[in-house]
């Protein structure tokens, strides 16, 4: 299948915000649902994330469909500014895998300011914690206030880090306007679901736009 | 003022070599820190109040380079010309007429921060001695030190012709709006390879109207909607961009 054909997931957020473990949590729900995903991680200096989703989808997903890019820079780089090299990657993986339908790029962690490149992703999902603290949606940024998709994660740890979840959610909701909001645990799949679907209607929506 | 006449002001008798066109290429780069990387040029105000989408970006950013033909282009070639004939009234009077035209604090703010900037790298990146001289008359409180006269007269020092000088800060002001426009999510890098190559007869025309300003009394600027979206960006509670 061609890249332009294929639809493409972008997943940002903050280091450590749970992007590598929605990846994994969410990839067994689309093979479920019969899909034939890919998967391109971009770390600063390592394959990290791309060998740990290779363990832990083992079984699930084969691990030469997942496809590690060292950016060597500020991930926004890569996803954003200059995405060619994500692009080659993938254009590389469809290659080898022309049964891929849907491509996952999940960007280095980074910075509220991150954003994709439209040619990289037809769907943008940012990734903020509970652990970074409530205020982190008032803060802002085009990650938070734009993304097609906000997920907060790690709910289960929200009384441990003293973060009122509901004030989190709340605020959430009142910089992004309509945009949608779901909270996860991806480590048990809570809410995991829900982003499979949103994402999912989202590549519908984007056919029946496109014929 | 007193005009006097020509005479030695460390700048080049002969001009457009290739030494003057890699000190060109040197400081009109993207990479060179003088911290462009903060400004939108206005863009960022109208994706705010949701006003533009990625089809307006080439018509907002063809304004954006249309005024600057009136305005800091049209300084930056009248200071280059001041400086190649050792005027220096004449790139205060510049130089402050443009600040005058600024209608905004965030303009004037970014044009005073980006031009004090490059003032303090003229220096150690060209040896540049009108950006000396500038720069003490800045620290004197003579003059503001707006971008376009900095970038003008350091061209001038580095023997840069101002047809050339002009069109590279153009250019360059294209680049910065062509990437502001990837950071706030309105194109992607293609679109913005695109976007440069469209803006091309714009920026020719810019340079014309720059080029053809003869005493800072031509230096104007009518942007109403860009200052009025430029008002509402000041007040905004959160934003990537200081302009």
Not at chain 1, 7 to 13: C, E, L, R, V
Not at chain 1, 45 to 74: F, I, K, M, P, S
Not at chain 1, 169 to 174: C, I, M, N, V, Y
Not at chain 2, 86 to 112: F, M, N
Request: charge should be negative; glycine fraction near 10%; include cysteine.
């Amino acid at each position: 299948m061609e890249l332009e054909q294929v639809y493409k997931i972008g997943i940002g957020g903050p280091v450590g915000s749970g992007k590598t473990a929605l990846i994994e949590a969410l990839v067994p729900l689309l093979v479920g649902r019969g899909h034939r995903p890919g998967v391109i991680t971009n770390d600063i200096y390592t394959q990290e994330d791309a060998q740990h989703v290779r363990r832990t989808l083992a079984g699930t997903l084969d691990a030469d469909r997942v496809v590690g890019v060292e950016t060597g820079a500020c991930p926004h780089t890569a996803v954003r500014d200059d995405p060619t090299m994500n692009l080659a990657a993938a254009a590389e993986l469809l290659d080898r895998f022309p049964d891929i339908d849907v491509l996952l790029f999940e960007s280095g962690g980074d910075n509220l300011t991150l954003t994709f490149s439209p040619a990289l992703a037809d769907v943008f999902v940012f990734v903020l914690d509970t652990a970074e603290g409530e205020k982190m949606p008032r803060k802002r940024g085009p990650g938070t206030t734009d993304s097609d998709l906000l997920v907060i994660n790690k709910i289960d740890i929200a009384p441990y880090v003293r973060t009122d979840l509901a004030v989190m959610e709340r605020d959430a909701h009142a910089v992004r306007g309509n945009g949608r909001v779901i909270l996860t645990d991806c480590l048990t799949g809570t809410g995991v679901s829900d982003v499979a679907d949103f994402v999912l209607d989202r590549r519908e929506t984007l056919c029946s736009s496109t014929g | 003022m007193t005009r006097r006449a020509p005479k030695p002001s460390g700048v080049p008798k002969t001009s457009g070599g290739l030494g003057a066109l890699l000190a060109q290429f040197q400081l009109t780069d993207s990479a060179f820190p003088s911290g462009l990387y903060t400004l939108s040029h206005g863009l960022e105000g109208y994706v705010q109040l949701r006003i533009a989408g990625a089809d307006d970006v080439h018509d907002l950013v063809s304004g954006v380079i249309r005024a600057a033909g009136t305005a800091d282009a049209a300084a930056l070639a009248l200071a280059h010309r001041a400086v190649a004939s050792d005027d220096w009234d004449a790139v205060v009077e510049a130089d402050r007429r443009l600040h005058a035209i600024k209608l905004g604090p965030e303009q004037r703010t970014a044009s005073v921060r980006t031009g004090r900037q490059l003032l303090g790298l003229a220096e150690p990146a060209f040896g540049s001695a009108p950006a000396v001289r500038l720069g003490r008359l800045v620290a004197g409180g003579a003059t503001p030190g707006n971008h376009a006269v900095v970038v003008g007269a350091v061209h001038a020092g580095l023997g840069v012709p101002v047809r050339d000088a002009v069109a590279g800060d153009l250019y360059a002001l294209a680049a910065s709006c062509a990437t502001a426009a990837v950071r706030l999510g309105r194109s992607d890098f293609r679109r913005a390879q695109g976007l440069l190559r469209a803006l091309r007869p714009e920026i020719v025309r810019a340079a014309e109207t720059a080029l053809a300003a003869r005493d800072p009394r031509d230096l104007r600027s009518s942007t109403p909607l860009a200052d009025v979206v430029a008002a509402a960006h000041e007040r905004a509670e959160a934003r990537l961009f200081i302009t």
